[in-house]
């Protein structure tokens, strides 16, 4: 269990409107020379996926450079890495045992054991464990929990979402990144209170059912490369605190969207296959839209 943990923070960051049923467009008009491509991503789907993705050859091909959310090799970074772990963990002082109740402790306990096979009864995996944050446990659990009810379906360390700039790297083309990593540890780990994160953890492991179904739904969604379903998906209720507040959805999707749109005109000036999360790209407050509003042709590729 111990050695599960650490590779699976680097999910975190691979890190969520089209009316056809396709993961990548061509962008083109809007004065640009040569077209650019867009491909959505999912972080539960191995790489091996992408030969069913139609014209990923060609926009790779054509591509003289891609750009990620990140570039996948900045995570790696001792400083990243380091930062990565400062903020998976809970402040000087705290642990799970003094943000929960003995009650909820034993739900988490239970939970951890059946996804890890280890319990908190274990000294080594209490030490580690009781010291994440709520946000990055739920997250190590959303992942085992699919992995258990899915074996040998995924490989985590051999995700499509790196896939793209691996490629581009043997063929000597750069990578780009529309964030930093400072800013995505910002983000996804900073940006709600330890309290909230606990909320978002016990409707985790008290609606582990919807959870999984939720998760399976999503990636099968992608799999049939239906960004609409996917975001229908995204967007379902759970009821009460256990959904998104507009604000953490507008923080997540929305105004990173916005963000992305305001730099991609420039990086567009050379051919550019963009990878993002499927979920920016659907939607009214979406990438494909947004690009369609700014003017250029959104295509999907056949």
Partial sequence: MVKRIIPLLVLLFLGISATEAQLLYKISGNHLSKSSYIVGTHHLTDASFVKQIPGADEAMNAAVQVCGELPFDNLFNPDTLKAMTEAMTLPEGQTLYTVFTAEQMKLIDASVKKYFGVGLDNPTVKAQVEKLTPSALSQQLTTMMYLKAHPGGFNPMEGIDNYFQKEAKKAGKPV?????????????????????????????????????????????????????????????????????????????????NRDWLTKMPAIMQQPTLFVVGAGHLAGPNGILKGLQQQGYTVTPMK
């Fill in 176 to 256: 780009l990144g529309l964030e930093t990593c400072a800013f995505q540890i910002n983000a996804l780990l900073k940006s709600q209170t330890v309290r909230r994160q606990g909320e978002l953890l016990m409707c985790l492991i008290n609606n582990e059912d919807k959870a999984l179904k939720q998760i399976t739904d999503m990636t099968e969604a992608y799999h049939n490369q239906n960004l609409n379903k996917l975001k229908e998906i995204m967007d379902e209720k759970m009821g009460g605190d256990c959904d998104s507040t507009p604000e953490e959805k507008a923080r997540l999707f929305d105004n990173r």
